[in-house]
């Protein structure tokens, strides 16, 4: 009987470099804090606001996301959009990740040489 | 909007700054109000749907600190080894060095030996305690400050720099910080110990005065010389410790110094030199004093040897030093 506390230590380890990736791509499409908190539960990747939003400023502060204040409507909201760079940076980890989950299955099913080409 | 929220916002404001402050706050009140408001719709109560989302947010502190970007350790992983690197290395050589050097001052400002004890031990806590604040103070502002970002990545840098040459040497040749203190300790009670039998409160002359144990004449000479070949034993001990090893140098300087000990000792023995005539009467043992008695000559045989078996184990040491990097003892591996 594997521990469940040890089970959800190593998945939160997993999942943690991944929020990155999937605000990156979330945010192709421009929005704001809270909206993006809920786009991501609802695509299973649920994240605590205590760890997006001090991303999102760092993201914004190294160029990957842009923001603006939108005041049109009856709550100002601050809405983030990944920049070319920030697109180019997710292609990158994108790829990347999916290589992981190759290699992974490779070594799951013990056969590595048939993915290699 | 209550106060919860405001008192929330306040407390993250605090710690962030000045210049994020404003668009931080904007951003957190309508994310806050926002998620409150989807709770009450799903028909929780207000004060109970706050409550709820702030405390999401977790510590305000530690929100803070996140959104500025500082870390939240006091000296991290990339520093730790290099701090602890200079800590072990000034305690171990700093500390005994205050602690005799403030208790000879006190001797030689007229204070007994308690109160020599009593200062030197005070200035060596004294002296732990500011090395202790200051390096783990200077630390801290190094792994924070902005503006100490160079000086952080030059000591990275060079602490990954790692190559097998650093390697430490294997412990029977390695000089190690509890050895080096073990014999600064030794020294010290030595030198205390000569310096206290210079007037035991054991016996008394007709004037009441104590009757030291060594020849009062010895003061005049040799005695303050031993005392200074003790201490020049303690700093090369404490150089063998900062090289990290016993070298063919500073072993050969080990062995010139354990000699000029030694041999004036065992000289002042059989001559019957050493001890006070005056001590050996009152002791009812007037055969201690003499030179050719068994008490002088076990003891001159006694430091002889210890000495000889002194010298030819750093020598050795010295030797396997050298040989554990593959140099000849000769070279000097310093």
New interface residues.
């Given amino acids: 009987m594997i521990d469940e506390d040890l089970v959800a230590g190593h998945r939160q380890e997993l999942r943690r470099g991944t929020v990155v990736l999937a605000c990156l791509l979330a945010l192709r499409t421009p929005g704001y804090g809270y909206g993006l908190l809920k786009t991501l539960e609802t695509a299973g990747i649920p994240s605590d606001a205590n760890t997006i939003y001090p991303l999102l400023r760092r993201l914004e502060e190294r160029g990957l996301l842009v923001s603006v204040w939108n005041t049109d409507e009856s709550r100002p909201r601050k809405f983030y959009r990944t920049s070319p760079q920030g697109a180019a940076l997710a292609d990158r980890l994108l790829a990347e990740m999916n290589d992981l989950t190759a290699s992974l299955h490779a070594l799951n099913g013990g056969t590595p040489h048939d993915l290699a080409d | 909007m209550t106060s919860l929220t405001d008192r929330y916002l306040a407390a993250v404001l605090r710690g962030i700054p000045e210049r994020?402050r404003a668009?931080v706050e904007?951003?957190?009140r309508?994310?806050i109000?926002?998620?409150v408001q989807d709770r009450t719709a799903a028909g929780e109560e207000r004060l109970a749907a706050e409550k709820a989302v702030l405390e999401?947010?977790?510590e305000p502190s530690?929100?803070a600190a996140?959104?500025a970007?500082r870390p939240f350790h006091l000296i991290g992983p990339d520093l730790f080894l290099v701090y602890r690197h200079i800590l072990v290395m000034l305690l171990a050589t700093g500390v005994p060095i205050v602690g005799l050097v403030v208790a000879a001052l006190k001797l030689a400002g007229g204070g007994d030996y308690w109160d020599a004890l009593a200062a030197g031990v005070g200035g060596a806590w004294n002296a732990a305690v500011h090395m202790v604040f200051w390096v783990t103070a200077t630390f801290a502002v190094v792994e924070r400050a902005d503006a100490m970002r160079g000086a952080r990545d030059e000591v990275q840098k060079a602490s990954r720099q790692w190559t097998v040459d650093m390697l430490p040497a294997l412990p029977n040749v390695r000089v190690g910080a509890g050895e080096m203190v073990g014999e600064l300790v030794t020294t010290s009670l030595t030198i205390g110990g000569i310096l206290f039998l210079q007037q035991p409160a054991w016996f008394t002359d007709e004037r009441g005065d104590s009757i030291p144990l060594f020849n009062p004449g010895l003061w005049d000479g040799w005695l303050p010389i031993l005392i200074a070949v003790l201490v020049a034993l303690a700093a090369l001990q404490v150089m063998a410790f900062v090289v990290g090893r016993w070298n063919a140098v500073l072993a050969f300087v080990h062995a010139i110094l354990q000699v000029a000990f030694a041999v004036p000792v065992a000289w002042l023995a059989l001559s019957g030199a050493l001890i006070n005539p005056a001590f050996a009467e009152a002791l009812g043992w007037p055969a201690l004093a003499d030179g050719t008695g068994p008490a002088m000559l076990l003891l001159a045989a006694a430091v002889v040897g210890i000495t000889a078996w002194e010298i030819v184990a750093v020598f050795r040491r010295a030797g396997r030093s050298a040989a554990s990097d593959g140099r000849p003892v000769t070279s000097g591996s310093a």
Wanted: aromatic content about 6%.
């Fill in positions: 994020q668009d904007r951003e957190f309508s994310s109000e926002e998620a999401a947010m977790g530690r929100l996140d959104l970007g």
